[in-house]
């Protein structure tokens, strides 16, 4: 057997995220579902990280093990199963012991926003009608760098050891009629990024102070989140290892 180290892009906008549910319609099923086909029985995947339910990627990584094969006639068989919402963008024979998640060095997200209701990007931004002083959310960005212990943005069921993560870039930018926050990290916990990207927006729409955020960030308190930013703007951009 073979270890293979697999990119993904997908459109998570139909999909109940990346992990296997029993019952619903999954990034790694799909994946898992076509392979069976080919290797005809299953081949489990391992992915960089779970994206949750409507979240997209650029560039999820996983691995799997697999017999010897032609790595240019598989990938060309896994695009023909999978659905147009899912594609395999490149794979290649690794390390035995390389892991997707475990060797993970580092996590890039961005979140995108449009001003305004968009036709073309009606799944991949949310629409945020009110003025967001940027400034203000360039000032909130930057303090959430600093922070070791994300408690406060982590769903409250999530099984977790523990809730530090080590934030390594946090900013906003401007993508023509687009804001982007844009996140690295080493690792990144259930629900994390769009707990702060509402946290943000509402900073910027009037709702919170910079007081209160930080009297949410300090509270560890899921439940003093304002808001949580809708699926359909996240993406995972890139893993490095």
């Known amino acids: 057997m073979r270890r293979v180290k697999a990119v993904f892009e997908y459109d998570g906008t139909n999909y109940y995220g990346w ?3 029993k019952g619903q319609r999954t990034i790694q099923g799909e994946i898992e579902q076509a392979l069976k086909i080919i290797f005809k029985k299953r081949i489990p995947v391992t992915g960089s990280g779970r994206t949750d339910t409507g ?3 650029r560039n999820q990584v996983a691995h799997f093990d697999i017999p010897e094969t032609n790595l240019n006639i598989l990938k060309r068989s896994l695009n023909g199963l999978l659905a147009s919402d899912i594609v395999v963008k490149s794979l290649e024979f690794c390390a035995p012991d390389f892991h997707a998640r475990f060797d993970a060095k580092k996590r890039l997200y961005r979140y995108y926003i449009s001003p305004q209701p968009t036709a073309l990007n009606r799944n991949f931004a949310w629409v945020v009608w009110q003025p967001l002083n940027w400034t203000l959310m360039q000032v909130g960005a930057e303090r959430i760098k600093p922070v070791q212990d994300f408690r406060a943005f982590c769903k409250v069921k999530s099984e977790v050891k523990h809730h ?6 946090s900013r906003w930018l401007r993508k023509e009629d687009l804001l982007v926050y844009e996140i690295t990290a080493d690792r990144f916990l259930h629900g994390m990024v769009r707990a702060i990207v509402g946290t943000l927006v509402a900073l910027g729409s009037g709702k ?15 439940r003093l989140v ?5 699926a359909r ?3 995972l951009e890139k893993v490095e290892y």
């Not at 919170?208 to 899921?222: Q, V, W, Y």
């Open 19 to 21: 992990q296997l549910q």
């Open 55 to 57: 979240v997209h990627a």
């Open 164 to 169: 530090r993560c080590l934030i390594l870039e």
């Open 208 to 222: 919170i102070t910079l007081a209160e955020m930080e009297r949410i960030i300090d509270s560890g308190d899921r």
């Open 226 to 230: 304002p808001q949580t930013a809708p």
């Open 233 to 235: 703007g996240l993406v």
